[in-house]
């Protein structure tokens, strides 16, 4: 036993077996992606992006039930909404989305009624300024301004 | 604040409020029955356990400020209660006792966890337990950085997860989770913020 | 004269070391080796440790406190950022506290569910460990390696739950949804290619001289001690311990699965590094038998949309991948917990490191914080 392992050592076999397995990833393809020209594939149920859904007029679909900020764990999400005195139905009047809070643990998404708000599969959000994450509803509907790198 | 808010929806709503239907309060403490260790302790140190009780099959026992050093010895040489897994502490201001200490030691040979609760009032000190059990010696910091609750004969009795001249201890019940030691936060990094709206001045 | 008769007979070299003064190091927070925000004061004679002390709570983010003032259901996401490196597992730990308090029935199929989702959460945790243990240590190989099957288990995540490291994967009662197509097949082609990759990393690692140097014999503890300590998970059973909650007090469907408690005998920083690849391997047989017997029914069970316990307090733990992950909840019978306690392992395992380095050099310093596998997120919470 003592000789074995004498003789596995002098002869470097620990080494070349690790060595082996190094040189064998040298020779299969590459697992890594070229990030901006490659992208990976994104699931369906990523949770990225907010989006507020509108319907076939171009109207928001929200009813301002308010279930999706009182299920906020963070509170970044603001309701405000008025009471139309014609048809007693309430009315958005403004909806605020904080991303720089949001956890995008996907609660809204699931409480919404009438599924509005939505989080979708984009993922590139960085912005130059801190008050560009603070979404308004039209922001919310259109989605974020992306703002292209240029040389 | 939203729930605030939704409050004031179904006041507007005229509706009446619905007043939901009367549950019948389910009382989860079930008395100790057939438990050997309870029964032993009884006892053995009358004058400290006050009571045993049973939740999810779980024990608790109920003990005094009194000689806990002796009882603890006694759990972890005579009953193997080999390990303390957690200490921690329960602010209840309302109470005459304010504060509760929960104990949970496990023994490896019974596979059998004890919950040790012991009532005590504010400002009172505790014996340590970090003789007996060494792991105990960080969590009774915890304590007493969240809880300023001080221990006896503890070998490094300091802060442990706040800064060293923090002045106060969160998570007493009367803290306010938006609250931060202003001073603190005005001598290091010079700034002050409005508690309410969280304007930083 | 006489100075000079005494500088003759005392021996010189001892003199010099007698006069050495202690070295104060301060290691962290932002030492790459230090996993975190981690700050360690080492006292130093020569190179050997004669004393530390660890600086925590640079992380500190009141999440017990904060976990008052929300509704039990809304607190869970905030568990998923103690453990970050194995989110699933704190999630889980916290939504079965709840549902032992409220008294929830899961149904069958969302537990399989949920014990293959924190299978691949312990072997992607203890593959990121392995990778910066490693690169700690100075395998830079391996830590590609083992991101490169991470990889394959955030995919998983992402599949499922819906993101990849802060899951948010189960709720009260259940799970959000159903699995999604594709998902056995994922998870069995994982299973397929990890047993090879794990041999790859012990041709790497397990006879690598270099390895064996730098972790036999270093940070050894003994079974008493560690217990003594507050030690669970690997390390504890790297000193020979064999305990793990999965066995002794089972949660989920565990005990419905065939498993084996790995242990090592020496208790140094070696024995730990088989005993989590040989925890790998057995994640895996659990996977694999779960998969397989994944049962028909609900993936939820009904529950109120407002919880509201009965008054009452639980403590409740699982084997998380770094050890014992408990949730300790007060219910005043209101929507919101009354008290909250995180017990986290790494909170426990830090307090060995003391305890581990004395009369150790500095170098190993580094290997032991690797191997007892701390996560500071957890700690400080």
Redesign the interface.
Same mark, same amino acid.
């Given at each position: 036993m003592r000789m074995k392992e004498l003789v596995s /050592?002098v002869l470097f076999?620990? *080494?070349i /077996?690790?060595l082996?397995?190094?040189f064998k990833?040298m020779v299969s393809h590459a697992?890594t992606e070229q990030y901006p020209k490659e992208r990976s594939k994104?699931?369906? %149920? #990523? %949770?990225g992006e907010p989006r507020m859904a509108v319907d076939e007029n171009g109207k928001t679909k929200c009813i301002a039930c @308010?279930l999706c900020?009182? @299920? =906020?764990?963070v509170?970044c999400i603001t309701v405000e909404a008025e009471?139309d005195p014609e048809t007693k139905k309430?009315v958005l009047t403004r909806y605020v989305f904080d991303m720089q809070r949001c *956890? #995008? =643990?996907? #609660?809204c998404e699931?409480i919404c009624p009438v599924n509005c708000i939505q *989080?979708t599969t984009d993922y590139e959000m960085s912005q130059y300024d801190r008050k560009d994450f603070v979404l308004e509803l039209n922001e919310l509907e259109k989605g974020m301004e992306k703002i292209k790198y240029k040389k | 604040m939203a729930e605030e808010k939704n409050k004031n929806d179904s006041l507007e709503k005229g509706k009446a409020p619905r007043k939901p239907p009367k549950k019948e309060e389910v009382n989860l403490y079930e008395e100790i029955k057939d438990f050997d260790t309870f029964t032993k302790v009884k006892e053995k140190f009358a004058d400290i356990v006050l009571d045993g009780k049973r939740i999810r099959e779980q024990h608790i026992f109920y003990i005094k400020n009194e000689n806990i050093l002796d009882f603890f010895k006694y759990l972890r040489d005579e009953e193997k209660y080999d390990m303390l897994a957690d200490l921690t502490a329960i602010d209840y201001p309302d109470r005459e006792k304010r504060f509760a200490i929960l104990y949970n030691i496990y023994s490896f040979k019974k596979l059998e966890r004890l919950l040790v609760r012991m009532d005590i009032a504010d400002g009172e000190e505790v014996e340590t337990v970090s003789e007996i059990w060494p792991s105990a010696n960080w969590p009774e910091r915890e304590v007493y950085d969240m809880f300023g609750i001080k221990f006896k004969n503890h070998p490094d009795l300091r802060r442990i997860l706040l800064p060293e001249d923090w002045k106060t201890h969160p998570l007493r019940k009367d803290f306010d989770v938006k609250n931060r030691d202003q001073d603190w936060m005005e001598r290091h990094l010079g700034i002050r913020e409005d508690v309410n709206s969280g304007e930083v001045k | 004269m006489d100075e000079v008769k005494n500088i003759n007979k005392t021996n010189f070299a001892e003199e010099f070391v007698d006069a050495t003064e202690e070295l104060v190091l301060n290691m962290g927070p932002q030492h790459p080796s230090t996993h975190g925000v981690l700050r360690v004061i080492l006292k130093l004679h020569h190179e050997k440790v004669v004393d530390l002390d660890c600086d925590i709570g640079y992380l500190h983010r009141g999440v017990e406190k904060i976990s008052e003032t929300l509704s039990y259901k809304l607190a869970a996401p905030y568990m998923d950022r103690l453990d970050y490196i194995s989110a699933v597992s704190n999630n889980l730990a916290y939504i079965e506290t709840i549902e032992k308090l409220a008294g929830v029935e899961v149904p069958k199929k969302a537990q399989y569910i949920r014990v293959i989702l924190t299978e691949l959460a312990r072997i992607s945790s203890h593959l990121l460990w392995l990778a910066t243990h490693a690169l700690d240590i100075g395998a830079m190989t391996v830590f590609l390696y083992c991101f490169r099957e991470r990889e394959e288990i955030l995919n998983i995540f992402e599949m499922v739950t819906g993101a990849r490291l802060t899951t948010n994967a189960f709720r009260i009662g259940g799970l959000p949804q159903d699995v999604p197509e594709g998902f056995e097949k994922a998870v069995k082609d994982f299973c397929e290619i990890l047993p090879g990759r794990i041999s790859e990393y012990e041709a790497l690692l397990t006879k690598n001289r270099i390895w064996l140097a730098r972790t036999k014999n270093v940070g050894v503890i003994s079974p008493e001690d560690a217990i003594a300590i507050g030690l669970t998970g690997p390390s504890l059973r790297g000193s020979g311990v064999k305990w793990d909650l999965r066995k002794a007090h089972p949660y989920e469907s565990y005990n419905e699965f065939e498993f084996d408690i790995p242990t090592g005998e020496n208790g140094d920083t070696y024995d730990r590094y088989l005993v989590r690849l040989e925890e790998m391997r057995q994640a895996r047989r659990i996977i694999l038998q779960a998969i397989d017997g994944i049962p028909e029914g609900d993936f939820t069970a009904k529950v109120p949309k407002v919880l509201k316990p009965p008054k009452g307090e639980v403590y409740h733990s699982i084997e998380a991948p770094k050890g014992e992950l408990g949730f300790y909840v007060i219910s005043d019978g209101s929507t919101k917990p009354y008290r909250v306690k995180i017990k986290g392992p790494s909170f426990y395992n830090l307090q060995a490191l003391k305890k581990m380095c004395l009369g150790h050099y500095v170098a190993d310093v580094v290997a032991i914080i690797g191997t007892l596998d701390i996560v500071l997120g957890e700690i400080d919470r």
């Amino acid at each position: 036993m003592r000789m074995k392992e004498l003789v596995s /050592k002098v002869l470097f076999v620990d *080494l070349i /077996k690790g060595l082996s397995v190094t040189f064998k990833s040298m020779v299969s393809h590459a697992v890594t992606e070229q990030y901006p020209k490659e992208r990976s594939k994104i699931y369906e %149920r #990523f %949770r990225g992006e907010p989006r507020m859904a509108v319907d076939e007029n171009g109207k928001t679909k929200c009813i301002a039930c @308010n279930l999706c900020a009182m @299920n =906020c764990p963070v509170g970044c999400i603001t309701v405000e909404a008025e009471r139309d005195p014609e048809t007693k139905k309430r009315v958005l009047t403004r909806y605020v989305f904080d991303m720089q809070r949001c *956890l #995008f =643990c996907g #609660f809204c998404e699931e409480i919404c009624p009438v599924n509005c708000i939505q *989080l979708t599969t984009d993922y590139e959000m960085s912005q130059y300024d801190r008050k560009d994450f603070v979404l308004e509803l039209n922001e919310l509907e259109k989605g974020m301004e992306k703002i292209k790198y240029k040389k | 604040m939203a729930e605030e808010k939704n409050k004031n929806d179904s006041l507007e709503k005229g509706k009446a409020p619905r007043k939901p239907p009367k549950k019948e309060e389910v009382n989860l403490y079930e008395e100790i029955k057939d438990f050997d260790t309870f029964t032993k302790v009884k006892e053995k140190f009358a004058d400290i356990v006050l009571d045993g009780k049973r939740i999810r099959e779980q024990h608790i026992f109920y003990i005094k400020n009194e000689n806990i050093l002796d009882f603890f010895k006694y759990l972890r040489d005579e009953e193997k209660y080999d390990m303390l897994a957690d200490l921690t502490a329960i602010d209840y201001p309302d109470r005459e006792k304010r504060f509760a200490i929960l104990y949970n030691i496990y023994s490896f040979k019974k596979l059998e966890r004890l919950l040790v609760r012991m009532d005590i009032a504010d400002g009172e000190e505790v014996e340590t337990v970090s003789e007996i059990w060494p792991s105990a010696n960080w969590p009774e910091r915890e304590v007493y950085d969240m809880f300023g609750i001080k221990f006896k004969n503890h070998p490094d009795l300091r802060r442990i997860l706040l800064p060293e001249d923090w002045k106060t201890h969160p998570l007493r019940k009367d803290f306010d989770v938006k609250n931060r030691d202003q001073d603190w936060m005005e001598r290091h990094l010079g700034i002050r913020e409005d508690v309410n709206s969280g304007e930083v001045k | 004269m006489d100075e000079v008769k005494n500088i003759n007979k005392t021996n010189f070299a001892e003199e010099f070391v007698d006069a050495t003064e202690e070295l104060v190091l301060n290691m962290g927070p932002q030492h790459p080796s230090t996993h975190g925000v981690l700050r360690v004061i080492l006292k130093l004679h020569h190179e050997k440790v004669v004393d530390l002390d660890c600086d925590i709570g640079y992380l500190h983010r009141g999440v017990e406190k904060i976990s008052e003032t929300l509704s039990y259901k809304l607190a869970a996401p905030y568990m998923d950022r103690l453990d970050y490196i194995s989110a699933v597992s704190n999630n889980l730990a916290y939504i079965e506290t709840i549902e032992k308090l409220a008294g929830v029935e899961v149904p069958k199929k969302a537990q399989y569910i949920r014990v293959i989702l924190t299978e691949l959460a312990r072997i992607s945790s203890h593959l990121l460990w392995l990778a910066t243990h490693a690169l700690d240590i100075g395998a830079m190989t391996v830590f590609l390696y083992c991101f490169r099957e991470r990889e394959e288990i955030l995919n998983i995540f992402e599949m499922v739950t819906g993101a990849r490291l802060t899951t948010n994967a189960f709720r009260i009662g259940g799970l959000p949804q159903d699995v999604p197509e594709g998902f056995e097949k994922a998870v069995k082609d994982f299973c397929e290619i990890l047993p090879g990759r794990i041999s790859e990393y012990e041709a790497l690692l397990t006879k690598n001289r270099i390895w064996l140097a730098r972790t036999k014999n270093v940070g050894v503890i003994s079974p008493e001690d560690a217990i003594a300590i507050g030690l669970t998970g690997p390390s504890l059973r790297g000193s020979g311990v064999k305990w793990d909650l999965r066995k002794a007090h089972p949660y989920e469907s565990y005990n419905e699965f065939e498993f084996d408690i790995p242990t090592g005998e020496n208790g140094d920083t070696y024995d730990r590094y088989l005993v989590r690849l040989e925890e790998m391997r057995q994640a895996r047989r659990i996977i694999l038998q779960a998969i397989d017997g994944i049962p028909e029914g609900d993936f939820t069970a009904k529950v109120p949309k407002v919880l509201k316990p009965p008054k009452g307090e639980v403590y409740h733990s699982i084997e998380a991948p770094k050890g014992e992950l408990g949730f300790y909840v007060i219910s005043d019978g209101s929507t919101k917990p009354y008290r909250v306690k995180i017990k986290g392992p790494s909170f426990y395992n830090l307090q060995a490191l003391k305890k581990m380095c004395l009369g150790h050099y500095v170098a190993d310093v580094v290997a032991i914080i690797g191997t007892l596998d701390i996560v500071l997120g957890e700690i400080d919470r």
